[in-house]
């Protein structure tokens, strides 16, 4: 577009391609400038939960102090330092993003942050840094610092990161010129750039705090699996023995491991050789009526060192049972309309010499296994008779109250209360009803709904899933819509005479 002489119509021309590539480059600048604000708007949010987790890390391991404080202290004590100096150099940096976008009129407006004087003046004076960026770097070196004295001899790979993402030494460019590190990071950025760099830096500085506590804790975790801290637990056959019986039962370390291999066991002076699978089986006379101790030593190896465990324990005799053991085998209650599993015996009685009865009962399959399916009422007794080894019968009974199937919860894409989902995603989604903490895992089928559109007459539909005219009303919200799901009835499937309460609603919002 240059040299010699140029008409009038190509000067026009060229000034027309100026322009343009002009505005090419303005354009450019916005979307750049938009993209840094985005990504520091999902860093923030990171960041939120980030917060979210730590503190409730902290709280648990307060938690812990408070039940085992001689364990827990001394990492408690660690935690809060580090906790402080996260917080203190966390703090800081928000003040200078807050001073920052005082400077700006629209802080969500981030094609107008692509000014640099602010931190250009702050930090930064002719070719010499400032008071302020001095202190920056300052707040800097004493969190890293901070960090790695409390850390001391432990987390070595961690300290390395630190010392990585928190370094300020002088940086040299790919033309070969040093530059100071707070020159080569902010020293001419636009406002923005520098804003998310400040918030990723505040990432960084959770990220290692959360990886710090979780290693303060997973350190004592290896401690206290050491097979030193491990004790041995005598687990009877069952909890009393008549006089006469032989105990029966088992030794087991406390966290059970069918690999390990004793060296030697002796229960109350004999020495043991019956082990199976890590267990060792205890089989000798119960002894007479009372209390009676289980006294003894478990020998093991680890390393090239036997390590000894003592056994304690202690177990009692009883005499003859003139009374049953009922229980609900989940709860206290039984539900109408459900199989509830119970376990009913009499101590000391064989399965096979003990009858129990009631409307709805059933024998289930093993040893004392029943089945309660209850009819109508408020209530329901269990009468059970225990034939004792002399001929002789033993009688007891026991009442339970019978509840209905509490209310479910409505769900929509697998949510429940308050959702918000994409308009397309409603349309396909599937309508369900959940039992939340009950404990039964009951199938439910939707049979119908409703649904309200604001504007929209409400729609009944029969099944689970929209149907034509649920999705016209729907496609008719405006993104930022609250759409009411309602009225959802449900019945289990295979048992549609159990009639269930309408399910709590669902309230969406529409989110395009």
Request: net charge positive; hydrophobic share 35%.
């Given at each position: 577009m240059a040299g010699g002489k140029q008409s009038p119509r190509q000067k026009m021309i060229n000034l027309m391609y100026l322009v343009f590539i002009a505005m090419m480059a303005l354009n450019m600048s916005k979307e750049v400038l938009s993209a840094f604000g985005l990504m520091n708007e999902r860093i923030s949010d990171s960041n939120a939960s980030a917060t979210v987790r730590n503190n409730a890390f902290m709280q648990g391991l307060a938690d812990k102090v408070a039940e085992q404080p001689a364990k827990y202290q001394p990492i408690k004590a660690k935690a809060d330092q580090i906790d402080q100096l996260s917080s203190t150099f966390n703090n800081y940096i928000e003040g200078v993003k807050t001073e920052m976008l005082k400077t700006v009129k629209d802080p969500s407006n981030y094609e107008e942050m692509d000014r640099t004087d602010h931190l250009d003046q702050k930090w930064f004076s002719a070719d010499n840094m400032s008071k302020d960026g001095q202190e920056f770097l300052n707040q800097i070196k004493a969190y890293r610092e901070g960090v790695i004295q409390v850390l001391g001899e432990e987390n070595k790979d961690i300290q390395a990161d630190i010392m990585k993402k928190f370094a300020t030494d002088d940086v040299k460019t790919s033309e070969g010129i040093t530059k100071g590190w707070l020159n080569y990071h902010f020293a001419g950025f636009p406002m923005v750039a520098s804003l998310t760099k400040l918030t990723q830096m505040q990432a960084d500085v959770k990220t290692i705090e959360s990886e710090v506590l979780s290693s303060m804790l997973a350190g004592e975790q290896v401690k206290q699996l050491s097979m030193r801290n491990y004790s041995a637990i005598v687990i009877p056959e069952k909890t009393a023995f008549f006089s006469g019986e032989n105990f029966k039962g088992k030794v087991v370390l406390g966290r059970f491991d069918n690999t390990l291999n004793f060296e030697n066991v002796v229960i109350n002076g004999n020495k043991l050789e019956n082990i199976e699978g890590g267990q060792v089986v205890l089989d000798f006379p119960a002894g007479a009526v009372g209390e009676r101790d289980i006294k003894g030593t478990l020998q093991f190896k680890e390393g090239d060192e036997i390590v000894d465990i003592p056994i304690v324990s202690?177990?009692?005799?009883?005499?003859?049972?003139?009374?049953?053991?009922?229980?609900?085998?989940?709860?206290?209650?039984?539900?109408?309309?459900?199989?509830?599993?119970?376990?009913?015996?009499?101590?000391?009685?064989?399965?096979?010499?003990?009858?129990?009865?009631?409307?709805?009962?059933?024998?289930?399959?093993?040893?004392?296994?029943?089945?309660?399916?209850?009819?109508a009422g408020k209530e329901v007794t269990i009468n059970v008779v225990g034939k004792l080894p002399d001929g002789s019968s033993v009688s007891d009974k026991s009442t339970f109250r019978i509840k209905d199937i509490p209310k479910p919860a409505g769900t929509i894409a697998g949510q429940a209360d308050n959702v918000s989902l994409p308009k397309n995603n409603v349309e396909i989604a599937t309508v369900a009803a959940k039992l939340f903490d009950f404990d039964f895992d009951l199938d439910i089928n939707v049979t119908s709904f409703k649904i309200k559109v604001p504007g929209q007459p409400t729609v009944s539909v029969n099944g689970n899933r929209m149907s034509d005219q649920a999705k016209n009303a729907l496609r008719k919200a405006p993104r930022g819509e609250s759409v009411q799901i309602f009225d959802i009835k449900s019945e289990i499937k295979g048992n549609s005479s159990i009639k269930l309460l309408p399910a709590s609603p669902v309230f969406i919002e529409i989110s395009n």
């Open positions: 202690k177990y009692a005799v009883v005499p003859k049972p003139n009374s049953a053991t009922i229980s609900a085998d989940k709860m206290n209650v039984v539900y109408r309309g459900v199989d509830n599993p119970m376990t009913i015996s009499f101590a000391g009685v064989s399965d096979n010499n003990v009858n129990a009865t009631a409307p709805g009962l059933s024998k289930g399959s093993g040893t004392g296994k029943y089945v309660m399916r209850p009819g």
